[in-house]
């Protein structure tokens, strides 16, 4: 059958269009596959064998890598620890930097110099964070052990990251002290995008603009609380930098998390199989949190 | 309405409830400062002391007497080294993320393929693959090809795992471009790819220098592909600097101070010449969520 010029013409557009995507696709399309689709996969696979990452004899074990991680306490606790680290990260991070941020919109810019500084921890990067709070905190002689040793009077030393229930809850301090300036921008970025004849019409009304903030910025701040959450959420299953460099997930496992405890076994025990199946496991529990909250969430918005 | 049902009485209670209330929050506020300012001001004053100093005289003394041997013995062992590295690393890295991601953008964006949707969904959907889970793969990819312990290595991951948020945010960006343009460049001759490099491309300017922020400081910071690809001090990046002076040095508090104040420096810099652009540019990440 010959086909009308037109539909040829078309045809070949079609066709034009289709090897120009290609062209302009490929660069990208190539570096994921290498760079994060097949170790993806390759950390799966090499979840089923032992092996030390070094050696060419690997031994092909079946799912016994997998049945070790079910029973893993230390990867359990390793979860957990990401747990109390997000709900924490939750609790102090994201009220803490609305605050700072209803502050700023409420004073406008003759605070801009608070706004300066308190944005300067999130220029920081995670492993100098971890090496100046390693100092800052020593037992002996710190800030926080200097401080007691006034208040009360006689040589005091606080052990804030040698301690077992002590560390976990120093590093989610410091943790807030980098990221609380991420929320504090990024609530103030929501604050400058409400409508800024919502603000007049309110003001004509005879609102203050505390009231203004009370009633109707906060309310109106929702959708972006909501990614904030999702974003400390997935965040704080993923750390890694700063507890690595600060506490190695010690002592004695009490801050460790799922990356730093996978890091270990493959790289300071070359117990790479292993250490393969705990990256597969936390792969697969982010997913499914994140898949998880997203849904609760979108049901609640739908409302 | 508020204003008119309030009688004197009220309004004056209000004014003075309002003025308690902003006096907590400047007392809260200055709380906060001295919070974020205390550790800064511990690394600077220590990077300033001789080593005993601080467990001699205290760690709100000031330093007695301030030197700067820590910073000339710092930069004497190779601290600009390390700096170098990461900055011949990430300025490679950028521009090919650049090019790459604006490359793929301009098809997601303007021109209309069967497979579109998918592939930017794949892209899309890579966003939320944790960096960690590839590391083990990466590292026996690198071994394998010869480009362990070599700043080679990371480029590759660099680049791909700063792509798929770059082409989203690209991809939006471009999809404002009004169609006419091309339209009007087609019919005084160009094709698709001059398209691309005279008309597009300068016109993605300002989604480009965002991304080119957020990713370079991302690289700059960069850790774990770092630690585990790189292993001979000569080839170490900025980010590892830290804990290769550390094991020389534990116990000489000020010059890992020094290290840090140095490797802080760049930042604090470009934070004051470039404020708005460059804390706008860190957000660029906000949109991952």
């Known amino acids: 059958m010959k086909k009308d010029n037109k539909l040829g013409l078309a045809q070949a557009k079609a066709r034009s269009t289709a090897r120009a995507a290609t062209v302009f696709l ?10 994060i689709i097949y170790p993806v996969i390759d950390t799966f696979v090499i979840s089923g064998y032992k092996w030390n990452g070094i050696s060419s004899d690997r031994f092909f074990v079946g799912m016994d890598n997998w049945k070790t991680l079910i029973h893993d306490e230390m990867f359990w606790k390793s979860f957990k620890h990401n747990l109390i680290v997000m709900v924490f990260s939750i609790l102090l991070q994201i009220p803490l930097g609305m605050l700072l941020a209803t502050f700023l919109d409420a004073g406008g810019k003759k605070f801009n110099l608070f706004k300066v500084i308190w944005f300067l921890p999130y220029l920081i990067s995670s492993v100098a964070i971890a090496f100046l709070f390693n100092y800052a905190l020593m037992t002996n002689g710190g ?4 401080l007691a040793t006034i208040i009360k009077g006689q040589k005091t030393n606080i052990d804030l990251l040698g301690t077992a229930p002590n ?16 929320y504090m921008v990024y609530f103030m970025a929501g604050y400058g995008n409400i409508d800024t004849t919502i603000y007049e019409a309110a003001v004509i009304d005879g609102a203050t603009r505390w009231q203004y903030i009370k009633h109707i910025a906060i309310p109106l701040l929702g959708p972006i609380f909501k990614t904030a959450c999702t974003m400390s959420l997935i965040g704080s299953l993923k750390y890694f930098d700063m507890i690595w460099n600060m506490t190695q997930g010690g002592p004695a496992g009490s801050t460790e998390l799922m990356a730093t405890y996978m890091y270990k076994l493959s790289f300071q025990q070359f117990n790479m199989g292993y250490g393969s199946t705990v990256a597969a496991g936390m792969f697969i529990l982010i997913t ?9 969430f979108k049901v609640k918005e739908d409302y | 309405m508020i204003k008119e049902n309030m009688n ?26 001295v919070l974020t300012l205390a550790p800064f001001f511990f690394m600077i004053m220590n990077s300033f002391r001789k080593q005993f100093d ?35 690393v990430v300025a490679i890295s950028l521009v090919l993320m650049l ?14 393929f069967k497979l579109n949707p998918w592939i930017y969904a794949l892209i899309v959907a890579m966003m939320s693959v944790p960096m960690h889970v590839t590391l083990i793969p990466i590292f026996k990819l690198t071994t394998a090809v010869g480009f362990y312990d070599s700043l080679k290595s990371l480029i590759g991951p660099y680049v791909a795992f700063a792509l798929p948020m770059s082409v989203f945010i690209l991809t939006a960006f471009m999809k404002t471009i009004p169609k006419e343009i091309e339209e009007s460049a087609e019919i005084d001759g160009c094709n698709r790819y001059k398209n691309f490099f005279f008309m597009i491309l300068p016109l993605s300017k300002s989604g480009l220098s965002t991304l080119a922020i957020y990713n370079g400081v991302s690289m700059w910071n960069e850790f774990a592909f770092a630690n585990t690809l790189l292993i001979s001090p000569q080839n170490k990046t900025l980010p590892l600097a830290l804990g ?25 810099i470009l934070f004051i010449i470039f404020q708005d652009k460059l804390v706008k540019g860190m957000m660029a990440g906000a949109v991952k969520g």
């Open chain 1, 26 to 35: 490929i660069p990208a399309l190539l570096l994921i596959t290498i760079f």
């Open chain 1, 143 to 146: 800030i926080v052990s200097s």
């Open chain 1, 167 to 182: 560390a976990l809850y120093t590093v989610i301090g410091v943790m807030a002290w980098q990221f609380t300036p991420f």
């Open chain 1, 288 to 296: 499914a949190i994140a898949l998880i909250f997203n849904k609760v």
């Open chain 2, 8 to 33: 004197e009485v009220d309004y004056r209670k209000s004014k003075i409830k309002s003025r308690i209330a902003w006096t907590i929050a400047i007392i809260f506020a200055c709380l906060m400062l």
């Open chain 2, 54 to 88: 601080m467990l001699q005289q205290g760690v709100f003394h000031l330093p007695d007497p301030w030197i700067i041997e820590n910073y000339v013995e710092v930069i004497e062992k190779g601290f600009f080294g390390y700096f170098l590295r990461s900055v011949i």
């Open chain 2, 99 to 112: 090019i790459i991601s604006a490359f793929a953008a301009y098809p997601l964006s303007r021109m209309k």
């Open chain 2, 244 to 268: 290769q002076f550390k094991g020389e040095h534990a116990m000489n508090m000020p010059i890992i101070m020094a290290v840090l104040t140095l490797s802080v420096l760049p930042m604090i």
